[in-house]
């Protein structure tokens, strides 16, 4: 497989187009042609990742922080930034960075945060907004299948763990076509009828482009007729955060302690009261203190994230028990899911690739 293969492994998990917009995620560094033998999985690259990367003779690190995350006018060895990447470039090691798209993905960061906690019944705390569309396509009959079945592959169809869904209603077409007109039915410049299906399907709104593309690389007809419609639907596919239960209640003060060692977190900070029961549970990988009124909305006993403000206590306080676990503590249990579903794609592919997480923490904060 090589890097590129990578690059659309994940593009089907974690999408480029699910992160947010100043993010940077994808190829950091690297050539897409190059075959991979040998992967090493961190949450971000630091000299102890590169030189255990080399030592390990991995082509690609997958990393969750990005490398290269603002605009850089030079790359040199007078920087921190510059330094790793020339490191990277001389050594042929290739960097794969997936963020907050793998934030916002089913199965990533937040949904391994709650695995690791052993919630149960997980799902998005906050699913997307604003980010589908419906396509209605007008196809002759016999070719529905083969229409359908390129809009699928070109990633329109997906809803929560159902792929290739569509809804299909017959009726009659009228077209005339002008005298240059090379009509699939009928002749140039007569008023043709014709029976047609109206296909229509949701899609993502950042593929439309090729969903019509690969609409239009089957379809019969010279002149495609569709309608794009913007949808206010939340998006059961990707969003912010994950929500589940608890087997049983247990005491704040018990469901902490569980926290920090299924985090090996060395302390925690919180609001709520050590002896309140709780059982639902809304977590946030990394950063994710504005989800606090989602959580509470929710019907969230307790809401683990990290990087949590002061003021942001405060509002938690009375409302839903807050504890901020650590940013690192709060994101490494998405290392080996994604350590999982990259032997997965490589045993789909027939491929021996080698896959291993690395032996460092990158944690680069402690507690007395």
């Known amino acids: 497989m090589t890097v590129a293969d ?37 949450l971000e690259v630091t000299p102890e990742i590169i030189s255990e990367a080399i030592a390990k003779k991995a082509d690609l690190i997958v990393s969750h922080h990005p490398l290269l995350f603002r605009p850089t006018s030079s790359i040199t060895s007078s920087d921190t930034v510059g330094k790793l990447v020339l490191t990277l470039a001389e050594n042929k090691i290739a960097l794969f960075s997936a963020h907050t798209n793998l934030d916002f993905a089913r199965d990533g960061v937040s949904f391994s945060l709650a695995r690791a906690l052993g ?20 196809v002759p009959e016999e070719y529905v299948e083969p229409v359908t079945a390129a809009m699928a592959t070109a990633g329109a169809g997906v809803i929560g763990n159902y792929s290739s869904c569509s809804f299909r209603l ?24 014709v029976e047609e299906v109206r296909l229509e399907i949701i899609a993502p709104r ?19 007729a569709y309608d794009v419609y913007a949808l206010e639907n939340t998006n059961p596919n990707f969003g912010m955060g994950a929500l589940g239960e608890l087997p049983k209640s247990m005491l704040l003060k018990s469901f902490i302690t569980r926290v920090k060692k ?3 977190a060395e ?3 919180y609001v709520g009261d050590p002896g309140q029961r709780v059982r639902r549970v809304a977590v946030c990988g990394g950063s994710g203190s504005d989800l606090l009124h989602e959580a ?17 206590f405060h509002d938690a306080k009375g409302r839903i028990a807050l504890v901020d676990a650590g940013h690192w503590e709060t994101e490494h249990s998405v290392l080996p899911a994604i350590e999982r579903r990259l ?20 944690n680069p904060t402690h507690c007395l």
């Open 6 to 42: 990578f690059e659309r492994f994940f593009d089907e998990w974690a999408p480029r187009w699910t992160a947010w917009e100043r993010d940077n995620v994808g190829l950091q560094v690297g050539n897409r042609s190059r075959r991979v033998k040998n992967i090493l999985v961190a």
């Open 119 to 138: 919630l149960e019944n997980v799902r998005f705390l906050a699913p997307l907004k604003d980010s589908l569309v419906k396509i209605a396509v007008f």
């Open 296 to 312: 509470a909305a929710a019907g969230a006993e307790v809401f683990i994230t990290a990087d949590v403000r002061y003021h942001t």
């Open 267 to 269: 302390s925690v900070r």
């Open 343 to 362: 032997r997965e794609a490589i045993r789909q592919a027939g491929d021996a690739v080698q896959v291993s997480i690395t032996d460092h923490s990158t």
């Open 262 to 264: 299924a985090l090996s």
């Open 206 to 224: 950042a593929r439309v482009n090729d969903v019509i593309a690969a609409v239009k690389a089957v379809h019969p007809y010279e002149e495609v």
């Open 170 to 193: 017959k009726g009659t077409g009228t077209f005339r076509g002008g005298e240059q007109a090379k009509p699939f039915v009928g002749k140039p410049q007569k008023l043709e009828t």
